[in-house]
T-cell receptor, first 117, second 109 residues
Framework: DTEVTQTPKHLVMGMTNKKSLKCEQHMGHRAMYWYKQKAKKPPELMFVYSYEKLSINESVPSRFSPECPNSSLLNLHLHALQPEDSALYLC????????????????FGPGTRLTVL | GIQVEQSPPDLILQEGANSTLRCNFSDSVNNLQWFHQNPWGQLINLFYIPSGTKQNGRLSATTVATERYSLLYISSSQTTDSGVYFCAVRLRQGGKLIFGQGTELSVKP
């Protein structure tokens, strides 16, 4: 099974709301990722978790807060977002390698399409 | 940092036609992936191909790592092949994927 699932598929929220995006994989992968993708652009990396620890934060604003409760789950908590944060949010997973998981395929979920009003 | 360039940026084909998409990268890479992003946003793995040639049905890919390019071939295209094709290379540290800007393919019936 090479499936990464994400919920919800669509989310509309106001600038004062708090919401969470969820991602799950059952491939035994120990590296998980959040990406943001704007229309007509490639995905941009936001966060990387390796063995449930945050290993990379690509200078993402603090209104985005990631969490990795266990090896299968990844959450992205959203608070006080701006309209420009509207985008497709993609989760991915891969096996970590011995030197920064360079050698393994990364699998993506279907994404959550977020609209901030 | 490493640059990843894809060409052409846009491509329109009649159903049944063949096409070649190209990905150039500016430095040595440990690995390379090709993805298809369908109109609903799902990024689908096509190939993991740091070097050599692979085939999967009507699709095949070739990476010549020493010359820093990869090619994706689509034969007998179908309307379901429409979408954006991304090439992405991976850095050793942090598993970071560097994406190209994509090739947007539209296959007309």
């Amino acid at each position: 099974d090479t499936e990464v699932t994400q919920t919800p598929k669509h989310l509309v929220m106001g600038m004062t709301n708090k919401k969470s995006l969820k991602c799950e994989q059952h491939m035994g992968h120990r590296a998980m990722y959040w990406y943001k993708q704007k229309a007509k652009k490639p995905p941009e990396l936001m966060f990387v978790y390796s063995y449930e620890k945050l290993s990379i934060n690509e200078s993402v604003p603090s209104r985005f807060s990631p969490e990795c409760p266990n090896s299968s789950l990844l959450n992205l908590h959203l608070h006080a977002l701006q309209p420009e944060d509207s985008a497709l949010y993609l989760c991915a997973s891969s096996q970590p390698g011995t030197s920064g998981f360079a050698a393994y395929t990364q699998y993506f979920g279907p994404g959550t399409r977020l609209t901030v009003l | 940092g490493i640059q990843v360039e894809q060409s052409p940026p846009d491509l329109i084909l009649q159903e049944g036609a063949n096409s070649t998409l190209r990905c150039n990268f500016s430095d040595s890479v440990n690995n390379l992936q090709w993805f298809h992003q369908n109109p609903w946003g799902q990024l689908i793995n096509l190939f993991y191909i740091p070097s050599g040639t692979k085939q999967n049905g009507r699709l095949s890919a070739t990476t010549v790592a020493t010359e820093r390019y990869s090619l994706l071939y689509i034969s007998s295209s179908q309307t379901t092949d429409s979408g954006v094709y991304f090439c992405a290379v991976r850095l050793r540290q942090g598993g970071k994927l560097i994406f190209g800007q994509g090739t947007e393919l539209s296959v007309k019936p």
